[in-house]
């Protein structure tokens, strides 16, 4: 782009400044900027500027490398994540983790007699950690005795606080099915908007937890399912591949991985075999 090209901005926003932020996101979190983000990237930003009270992006990336900078990189990271998510989103996995996962938990093939560990990784405002709890709780008999929780994780600390507060629009509750919407959601108004609210059996199955997918894991597992949808799509291919191997240590013979409507594991034939939309079974060595 040159200059004559380059659109009016509030704030300077220069080759430099971008190259460097997204070299930033690129060793913070793994996540590739490629050169057509460089506009997303700008609005994103431009309100942390204006509440800095900066006036360029020079200045922000000197406050990055500033004894602000380790907080800083913080808001830097949930304004950069995509958060698109909802309830019931890919259906056909649900389904499954219902009729197929659930089977075999309640037969004892799972990862102990009634115990069931499942990991919603990349969970954003915790839509889909919800809709694993309310397919759990619908689909597994006798749920009450089992030793059953979900693990939720994700980048974005601000996402994850919604997650934990269980709060939605009624809006975004209109996905989840009827009968899940009369046993699992409590429908209030609160200054004339609609509100949804988890039902405290949903939410003491899930753990929501900080962790970047890059970094070390503390858990050790292992886990009936994974669910990592639309989050490897920002990922290069060797941070893929690592990512995935490292999905399968912690898999349970058998287990179950489950990943976005456009992504695929061609990479990862030894250790997954598709056994239906985008629905990956562990492969035992």
């Known amino acids: 782009m040159t200059k004559l090209d380059e659109p009016s901005r509030e704030f300077a926003f220069s080759k430099a400044d971008f190259e460097d932020l997204r070299t930033l996101v690129r060793e913070r979190t793994g996540i590739v900027l490629q050169d057509h983000k460089r506009n997303m990237v700008y609005s994103r930003l431009a309100r942390r500027l204006r509440t800095l009270g900066l006036r360029s992006f020079a200045d922000y990336r ?3 490398e500033g004894r602000e900078g380790p907080e800083e990189i913080v808001f830097l990271i949930n304004a950069i994540t995509t958060n698109l998510t909802k309830f019931f989103r890919e259906g056909h996995h649900f389904d499954h983790l219902g009729s197929t996962v659930m089977s075999e938990v309640s037969k004892g093939q799972g990862i102990g007699k009634n115990k069931m560990r499942i990991w919603s990784a990349g969970c954003s405002s915790g839509e889909e950690p919800y809709t694993i ?16 929780k979900i693990l939720a994780t994700d980048l974005d600390t601000n996402m994850l606080d919604r997650g934990r507060n269980g709060l939605y629009s009624a809006e975004d509750a209109k996905g989840i099915p009827a009968e899940y919407q009369r046993k699992y959601v409590d429908l209030k108004s609160r200054e004339s908007e609609g509100l949804a609210v988890m039902s405290k059996d949903l939410r003491k199955l899930i753990a929501f937890k900080h962790l970047n997918l890059l970094e ?7 886990f009936d399912a994974i669910f990592c949808r639309n989050v490897m799509i920002y990922f290069d291919n060797p941070t893929k591949q690592k990512l995935v191997e490292q999905f399968a240590a912690l898999l349970r013979k058998g287990g179950w991985l489950y990943v976005g409507h456009s992504e695929t594991l061609t990479f990862a034939r ?3 075999e598709m056994l239906g939309r985008t629905i990956y079974r562990k492969i035992d060595k």
């Open 216 to 222: 070390k894991w503390p858990m050790h597992g292992p």
């Open 270 to 272: 030894d250790s997954f």
């Open 133 to 148: 709890a309310m397919t759990v709780r619908g689909r597994l008999p006798g749920i009450e005795k089992y030793d059953a």
């Open 62 to 64: 000197k406050r990055l």
